[in-house]
Nanobody, 126 residues
Framework: QVQLVESGGGSVQAGGSLRLSCAASARPLTTYGAGWFRRAPGKEREFVAS????????LYADSVKGRFTISRDNAKNTLFLQMNSLKPEDTAVYYC???????????????????WGQGTQVTVSS
């Protein structure tokens, strides 16, 4: 198994930036693909971004494309999500996730992920 712990959430004004981190333990980061999801109040969990195990291929939701960047530092066992030009509609709890049973590539499907972090709150005010 793998344990995932997010950090870096907080409150920011619209147009601002935040950088989320996800520290992985109990299993090398190179053994799985990874992604970020979010859940806004009253809504279902939705896909944000995903990256393959080596960091060469990425996938983004249309709503964040051009504003968010997913990356990983396998040497430090850490996943990142750089969020720029934040909007109030980006307000949500953000979760990092890892997948290996369905392969180590990227994926937007929540059902393909095997482990989840506890989430970190991001609040964007207008």
């Amino acid at each position: 198994q793998v344990q995932l712990v997010e950090s870096g959430g907080g409150s920011v004004q619209a147009g601002g930036s935040l950088r989320l981190s996800c520290a992985a333990s109990a299993r090398p980061l190179t053994t799985y693909g990874a992604g970020w999801f979010r859940r806004a109040p009253g809504k279902e969990r939705e896909f944000v971004a995903s990256i393959d195990w080596i960091g060469l291929r990425t996938l983004y939701a249309d709503s964040v494309k051009g504003r968010f960047t997913i990356s990983r530092d396998n040497a430090k066992n850490t996943l990142f999500l750089q969020m720029n030009s934040l909007k109030p509609e980006d307000t949500a709890v953000y979760y990092c996730a890892a997948k290996w049973r369905a392969g180590r590539g990227y994926s937007s499907s929540v059902n393909e992920y095997d482990a989840w972090g506890q989430g970190t709150q991001v609040t964007v005010s207008s």
